[in-house]
C-alpha cells in the first residue's frame, strides 16, 4: 500500500468558504460529498489511463487478469475489457481528514480470479495434462518481484514451461518448451515488470490526479454558491467577501443548500 498526501483544504480556503461554511459540524457530510465526488472523478480518468497504457504495450499488464481482451490475449476463463472492474487488480482509494487536512491516495492489491493459461508452444499431449491454476497474488508478486517456489503436491513431476532467459533448462527443454523435474523450482516472474505500475501510478496522483480534485472542487464548490449571491434576474457574481456573506445567511438555509446539493449529486448518479 502506497501513501501519497494530497491536501485539498488549499482549495477550499481558496475559493474564502471554508472557515464560513465547511467548518461546520452539520455540514461536513456536503464536504464529504463533494470531496468523494472529486475523488471519483480523478480515479476514473487514472483507470482509463492505465487501460489505455497496458494496451499501448505499457509493462503494467501483470496488473491485469489473465484475457482481458488487449492486454492479456492469452486464453482464459474470463475475457474482460481492461476499463471494467473485473479487469483490474488494483483499487485505489481516498483516506478522508477532513476539509482542512486534505486526504491521503492509496491503492492496494486485489487477488486473481481468472486461469493461468497453458502455453501454446508445447506438445499438445503434454499441455491437455497441465492442471488448471490461479495465480491469485499475481499483480502484488510481480509488481514487488517477489520469489515464487512450485513443489509437487499430487504429481509425480512438476511441468516448468520456459520462457525466454530462464535458467537451468537444458537444450531439449527449451525446444520442447518445458522442463520435468521433482525439486522445487523458484521462479521470479515479475522481474522484468516490477515497480512500473507504482512508477505510472505515482507520476498521475502526484501530478495530473491533484489536479483533477482540485479543478472538481472549485467546479462543485462554486456550482453550490455562488447561485446564493445572486439576484433575480442578475449575473451570478460570487461577492468580494464570501466569509462574511456566508456568515450572515440563516443555518436553515445553509442546510437546505447542502440538502440541494447532495439531491443533485444523486440525481446524476454521483
Do not use: C
Not at 55 to 70: D, K, Q, R, S, W
Not at 131 to 151: C, D, H, L, Q, Y
Request: glycine share 8%; aromatic share 12%.
Amino acid at each position: 500500500m502506497i501513501d501519497l498526501t494530497a491536501n485539498f483544504g488549499s482549495v477550499i480556503e481558496g475559493l474564502a468558504a471554508s472557515d464560513a461554511y465547511m467548518s461546520l459540524e452539520i455540514n461536513l457530510p456536503y464536504y464529504n460529498a463533494v470531496i468523494e465526488y472529486a475523488f471519483m472523478e480523478a480515479d476514473n480518468g487514472f483507470n482509463r489511463q492505465a487501460a489505455a497504457y497496458a494496451e499501448a504495450g505499457g509493462n503494467i499488464a501483470h496488473m491485469f487478469e489473465y484475457g482481458t481482451l488487449g492486454v492479456n490475449r492469452q486464453r482464459s476463463n474470463m475475457r474482460p475489457q481492461p476499463t471494467e472492474e473485473r479487469a483490474r487488480l488494483w483499487k485505489t482509494f481516498m483516506i478522508n481528514k477532513g476539509p482542512t487536512a486534505g486526504a491521503s491516495v492509496v491503492y492496494e492489491f486485489k487477488p486473481s480470479f481468472s486461469e493461468v493459461p497453458r502455453p501454446t508452444t508445447i506438445d499438445p499431449v503434454a499441455r491437455a495434462n497441465m492442471r488448471k491454476a490461479v495465480f491469485t497474488w499475481k499483480a502484488r508478486i510481480m509488481e514487488e518481484n517477489e520469489p515464487v517456489t512450485i513443489r509437487l503436491k499430487n504429481a509425480e513431476f512438476l511441468l516448468i514451461p520456459y520462457r525466454p532467459g530462464a535458467e537451468g533448462f537444458r537444450p531439449h527443454d527449451i525446444k520442447r518448451g518445458y522442463t520435468l523435474t521433482k525439486f522445487p523450482h523458484t521462479q521470479y516472474p515479475g522481474e522484468r515488470s516490477a515497480g512500473h505500475f507504482t512508477t505510472f501510478w505515482y507520476k498521475f496522483w502526484q501530478g495530473g490526479g491533484t489536479e483533477v480534485m482540485a479543478e472538481v472542487l472549485e467546479r462543485e464548490l462554486n456550482a453550490d454558491f455562488v447561485p446564493l449571491f445572486a439576484a433575480p434576474g442578475k449575473p451570478q457574481i460570487m461577492p468580494n467577501n464570501v466569509v462574511s456573506a456566508v456568515k450572515e445567511r440563516s443555518e436553515a438555509m445553509q442546510k437546505e443548500v447542502a440538502a440541494k446539493a447532495k439531491a443533485r449529486r444523486n440525481r446524476h448518479g454521483r
